[in-house]
T-cell receptor, first 110, second 113 residues
Framework: GQNIDQPTEMTATEGAIVQINCTYQ??????LFWYQQHAGEAPTFLSY????GLEEKGRFSSFLSRSKGYSYLLLKELQMKDSASYLC???????????FGGGTRLMVKP | DVKVTQSSRYLVKRTGEKVFLECVQD?????MFWYRQDPGLGLRLIYF???????EKGDIPEGYSVSREKKERFSLILESASTNQTSMYLC????????????FGPGTRLTVL
C-alpha cells in the first residue's frame, strides 16, 4: 500500500525558518515531489528529489533520505506570501504516478 | 506560458445528473491525470492516461469514467452524480519519462445537491 504522512498545520513567524516533514511508505518509490498550493489555486511545483541529500533553490530547500523514508521542505526567511499548503508526493516509477500526502497548511504571522 | 485549463471553476449539479468535466493542455503532453481534492485527504488519483484513447484506473475510479479522444483533451465523466462526489477536481498533465513535473489546472469545484 501507499502511505504518506505530513503534519496538518504549522504556524511560523515572518523572517523565520520552518521545516515541513514528510514520511512515506510506498512501493516502487522513485523520488519525492513537493508542491505549493495557495488557497483556491492550482498546486505548483517546488522540487523533486530522487537521490539522498539536500537540494537548495533560493529560499527553499528539500531533503530526502530513501533509507529512512523521510523528506523535508525547508523554507528560510519566511514571507507572508509563503502562507499556503505544501503537498508532499511520492513518485511511483512503475505506474508513473504520484501519491500525495494530505498537505501541510502553513500560516506565516507577522 | 504553459497552461492547463478546465472548463468551469464552479459547477452545481443535482443528484443523478450526468456531469462532464473538461481539461485541455497546450504543452503537447502525453500524460494526463484527474484528481479529486478533499480536506484532510489530499489529492487522490481517479484516472490517468498515457496516450490518446488510452486510460488507466487510479486509486478511486468508482463512479467515474474518462475519455481521451485527442491528445490535448482529457474528460472526466460522472455518469450519475451523487452527493459524495462533491469535491474539488484537478486535472494535470506531464511529459513522458521518469519524474516529470505535473502541471495542474485551476480546478473545478463541483457541488452535487
Amino acid at each position: 500500500g501507499q502511505n504518506i504522512d505530513q503534519p496538518t498545520e504549522m504556524t511560523a513567524t515572518e523572517g523565520a525558518i520552518v521545516q515541513i516533514n514528510c514520511t512515506y511508505q510506498t512501493s516502487g518509490f522513485n523520488g519525492l515531489f513537493w508542491y505549493q498550493q495557495h488557497a483556491g489555486e492550482a498546486p505548483t511545483f517546488l522540487s523533486y528529489n530522487v537521490l539522498d541529500g539536500l537540494e537548495e533553490k533560493g529560499r527553499f530547500s528539500s531533503f530526502l533520505s530513501r533509507s529512512k523514508g523521510y523528506s523535508y521542505l525547508l523554507l528560510k526567511e519566511l514571507q507572508m506570501k509563503d502562507s499556503a499548503s505544501y503537498l508532499c508526493a511520492a513518485y511511483n516509477n512503475a505506474g508513473n504516478m504520484l501519491t500525495f500526502g494530505g498537505g501541510t497548511r502553513l500560516m506565516v504571522k507577522p | 506560458d504553459v497552461k492547463v485549463t478546465q472548463s468551469s471553476r464552479y459547477l452545481v449539479k443535482r443528484t443523478g445528473e450526468k456531469v462532464f468535466l473538461e481539461c485541455v493542455q497546450d504543452m503537447d503532453h502525453e500524460n494526463m491525470f484527474w484528481y479529486r481534492q478533499d480536506p484532510g485527504l489530499g489529492l487522490r488519483l481517479i484516472y490517468f492516461s498515457y496516450d490518446v484513447k488510452m486510460k488507466e484506473k487510479g486509486d478511486i475510479p468508482e463512479g467515474y469514467s474518462v475519455s481521451r479522444e485527442k491528445k490535448e483533451r482529457f474528460s472526466l465523466i460522472l455518469e450519475s452524480a451523487s452527493t459524495n462526489q462533491t469535491s474539488m477536481y484537478l486535472c494535470a498533465s506531464s511529459a513522458p519519462g521518469t519524474g516529470q513535473e505535473q502541471f495542474f489546472g485551476p480546478g473545478t469545484r463541483l457541488t452535487v445537491l
